[in-house]
């Protein structure tokens, strides 16, 4: 029986090896590939980081610093600190008042150290009254012959101003937290705190026994006291507006938290 004959479209114009088959597929699955690494490439490349670079960022020290206008106590408030420290603290608020307004109506003051029994100025028998620097500032801040004072005056004199000035904001008082949580809590929140340490991160040193007026307590005052505002941190490194030198200045970490314990951890904050 005479086989049927296929159509001119079903039949194969040329007939291929079944090897020959095999081997063209292969080009065409290897011609795909690569033109697909190539686009792929194309598409993703990345340039390598020189060798090390990776290390090098890792290794690149944090830094944050907040940008508050920063002011000088030197010339009419020698000993000024606490007042100063305060209103860059207030202005960076929004609360427009300046150091010259705070300390005249909203600092309350009182006698600076002097002795009770006539004795010579330092002398071994020589006892030392003043008022509270818990309470008031010892003196004042326009001389040099002020001393200071302690955070619950500039918290009480901070809220009066806040109060005046209609600001719903309030003083956070951290006295007792230590330099790192102020930073890890309040600089990188975008609050600056006002710290009590000493000139320059001095090494602490005890001065004079003082009793205050009335009450009899004593306690030793810390030399060389000092009022300023940390800003910022960086490796090894705390940033603080020092109003002694009317500009940030980096102080090294250890210095600034001996300066800080030594006067008792004592620091405010306005939120």
């Excluded at 063209?24 to 490439?41: E, P, T, Y």
């Excluded at 005056?153 to 806040?162: D, E, T, Y």
Aim: hydrophobic share 40%.
């Amino acid at each position: 029986m005479q086989k049927e004959s296929l159509k001119c479209a079903e039949y194969p114009r040329f007939r291929v090896h079944w090897s020959v088959k095999l081997l063209g597929l292969a080009w065409a699955v290897a011609l795909v590939f690569i033109i697909g690494m190539v686009i792929g490439g194309m598409l993703g490349f990345v340039e390598e980081p020189p060798e090390g670079a990776a290390n090098e960022a890792a290794e690149q020290p944090e830094y944050r610093v907040l940008e508050v206008s920063c002011l000088d106590q030197r010339g009419e408030f020698p000993t000024g600190c606490e007042s100063v420290t305060a209103v860059m603290a207030l202005n960076y608020a929004g609360v427009d008042i300046s150091a010259g307004d705070f300390v005249d109506l909203y600092l309350p003051k009182g006698s600076a150290p002097y002795e009770s029994n006539g004795e010579a100025p330092y002398s071994v028998n020589a006892e030392y009254l003043c008022a509270d620097p818990d309470e008031c500032f010892l003196g004042d801040p326009r001389s040099e012959g002020g001393w200071g004072c302690y955070a619950p005056v500039i918290k009480s004199a901070v809220l009066a101003v806040l109060k005046d000035h209609g600001s719903e904001r309030e003083v956070l008082d951290l006295c007792g937290l230590d330099m790192a949580e102020l930073a890890d809590s309040y600089i990188a929140k975008g609050i600056p705190v006002m710290v009590w340490a000493t000139q320059g991160m001095e090494e602490p040193r005890y001065g004079e026994t003082l009793t205050v007026e009335g009450s009899g307590r004593q306690f030793d005052w810390i030399r060389p006291e000092h009022c300023l505002l940390l800003v910022g941190e960086r490796e090894g490194e705390y940033l603080f507006n020092d109003p002694l030198e009317g500009k940030t200045v980096a102080y090294e970490k250890k210095a600034a938290e001996r300066a800080y314990e030594a006067q008792g951890r004592q620091a405010l904050a306005i939120r």
